[in-house]
C-alpha cells in the first residue's frame, strides 16, 4: 500500500465517523435520544445520510486492496490508487451539509483538516472510464488491460449484463469504480436501471442511494 494511503485511510475514517456523531447529535436535539441499533440502520440507509456514504466505501475499497496485497503481494494499479485519492478529494469539497457541521462543530474542523493534509499534490489525472456505445459498454483502459461493463440500451432503460476486470486488477477497486461511474451516467441520462449483471446488482443493494435507479 502507499504511503499516501496508508495515512488517507485512518484520517478518512476518523472523519466519517467525526460528521456521522455530528448528524446523530443533531438529530438527538431535535428529536431527542436514538438507540445505537436505529442510528446504525438510519447510517446504512437513511437518505438524507447518503451523502456520508462515499467516504466509507472507499476506506473499505482500501482495505479490500490490502487484503490482496497481504495474501498475494499484487499492488494497487497508479491508476486506481489516484482514482481513490481524488473521490477523497471530492468527499472533502463541502457540500451544504458538510459546510453546516464545518461551521458549527470544532471535531469535524479538526478530522476535515486531517484528511486534507494527509492528501498529496495532485498531478496525476484519476481513472478514465468511457462510454463505447459501439462496442455497447463503459470500458476503462489500463496498464493492466480493460475494465469494462456491458449494457444493452432498451427504450428509456438500460440493461446491465456482464463486469469484467483483468486478473491483474482485481480486487483494486476498479470494478466499483467502473459501476458507479455507469450508474452515474445512467442518472444523468434518465435511464432506468436494468442490473442483470450480479456484480452491478450486489453494488447496487451496497450502495443506497442508487436505488432509486431500478424502480423506473
Known amino acids: 500500500m502507499t504511503p499516501e494511503l496508508e495515512v488517507l485511510r485512518p484520517a478518512l475514517l476518523r472523519l466519517h465517523g467525526t460528521l456521522l456523531q455530528a448528524e446523530r447529535k443533531e438529530r438527538e436535539r431535535n428529536l431527542g435520544p436514538i438507540s445505537n441499533q436505529a442510528w446504525f440502520g438510519a447510517a446504512l440507509g437513511d437518505p438524507d445520510l447518503a451523502w456520508l ?4 466505501q ?17 499492488t494497487p494499479a497508479p491508476e ?7 473521490a477523497a478529494r471530492a468527499f472533502v469539497t463541502p457540500g451544504p451539509r458538510y459546510l453546516e457541521l464545518l461551521q458549527e462543530d470544532p471535531d ?22 468511457v462510454d463505447n456505445p459501439a462496442a455497447d459498454r463503459f470500458e476503462a483502459v489500463l496498464p493492466g ?6 449494457y ?23 470494478g466499483n469504480l467502473l ?16 442490473p442483470l449483471c450480479p456484480f452491478v446488482a450486489a453494488f447496487i443493494r451496497r450502495h443506497a442511494e442508487y436505488a432509486d435507479l431500478t424502480r423506473g
Open 152 to 174: 444493452r440500451r432498451n427504450g428509456d432503460s438500460i440493461v446491465f449484463t456482464h463486469t469484467e476486470v483483468p486478473e491483474a486488477l482485481e480486487g483494486q477497486g476498479v
Open 53 to 56: 456514504r462515499p467516504a466509507l
Open 58 to 74: 472507499l476506506v473499505s475499497a482500501i482495505d479490500e486492496a490490502q487484503a490482496v496485497q497481504r495474501r498475494t503481494g499484487e
Open 80 to 86: 486506481v490508487v489516484t482514482g481513490w485519492l481524488a
Open 145 to 150: 488491460g480493460t475494465a469494462f461493463v456491458d
Open 179 to 194: 459501476v458507479r461511474f455507469a450508474l452515474d451516467s445512467a442518472r444523468a441520462r434518465g435511464l432506468t436501471v436494468v
Open 108 to 129: 469535524v474542523v479538526l478530522a476535515h483538516g486531517d484528511v486534507v493534509r494527509a492528501l498529496p499534490p495532485h498531478e496525476e489525472k484519476p481513472m478514465t472510464v
